[in-house]
């Protein structure tokens, strides 16, 4: 069993950044691959990004590559999503989401979710 929070959301205008965190308490963190998904309200949950557990390989949304970057640090156990370049429609709530052996972006495949976090970006 893992469980996660996440922290770091709030309100930026623009062109801002933020900084998610996720931590992760449990079983070992780092033979989990973690991910980023968010809901904006009436739509469905969206992949952002996704990190492997060992080789810390990396995959991303296209809407966020080269604007949004996830880390992670095995050793405290936990991640992190830096948002740069922060647009409007990034608004959402933001989840951190964990799963055995190897990242996927579809939702479905993940096991533990944290309870979410909102970023809120004025135009």
């Known amino acids: 069993q893992v469980q996660l929070e996440e922290s770091g959301g709030g309100l930026v205008q623009a062109g801002g950044s933020l900084r998610l965190s996720c931590a992760a308490s449990?079983?070992?963190?780092?033979?989990?691959?973690v991910a980023w998904f968010r809901q904006a309200p009436g739509k469905e949950r969206e992949f952002v990004a996704a990190?492997?557990?060992?080789?810390?390989?990396?995959y991303y949304a296209d809407s966020v590559l080269g604007r949004f970057s996830i880390s992670r640090d095995n050793g405290n156990d936990t991640a992190a999503l830096q948002m740069n370049s922060l647009r409007p429609e990034d608004t959402a709530a933001y989840y951190c989401?964990?799963?055995?052996?190897?990242?996927?972006?579809?939702?479905?495949?993940?096991?533990?979710w944290g309870q979410g976090t909102q970023v809120t970006v004025s135009s």
């Open positions: 989401a964990a799963r055995s052996g190897k990242m996927y972006r579809n939702a479905r495949l993940y096991d533990y």
């Open positions: 449990g079983r070992t963190f780092s033979s989990y691959s």
């Open positions: 990190i492997s557990g060992t080789s810390g390989n990396t």
